[in-house]
């Protein structure tokens, strides 16, 4: 049996929309989605702060991941550079 990696890669995002769905349900008032002001980039990103328990620097590192995957390198230098420069000021706090 072969593998084939497009079907799969689509079952998956399939799944995630699915996901994104049922977490917006759950955690946004039905007003609010339907009036359209719970776009799924809240979603996902509500989302993603749970899956990590609020972490910033694994929120960062799959920022960074995310960015790295199309092709934005010269913006997570940068990006990188500022997380060092604020992580600093915290730590000075």
């Not at 399939?14 to 917006?24: F, M, P, Q």
């Not at 339907?34 to 990590?52: A, H, N, P, W």
């Not at 799959?62 to 913006?75: G, L, P, Q, T, V």
């Amino acid at each position: 049996m072969s593998y084939d990696y497009d079907t799969e890669a689509n079952k998956i995002l399939s799944d995630l929309k699915n996901v994104i769905a049922k977490y917006k349900q759950l955690h946004f008032t039905p007003e609010a989605i339907d009036e359209g002001e719970v776009k799924d980039t809240q979603v996902v990103g509500c989302l993603i702060s749970d899956y990590f328990d609020y972490n910033s620097e694994e929120i960062f590192e799959m920022s960074r991941s995310a960015f790295e995957d199309i092709n934005y390198h010269s913006f997570n230098q940068e990006f990188q550079k500022i997380w060092h420069k604020e992580l600093s000021k915290s730590d000075e706090s």
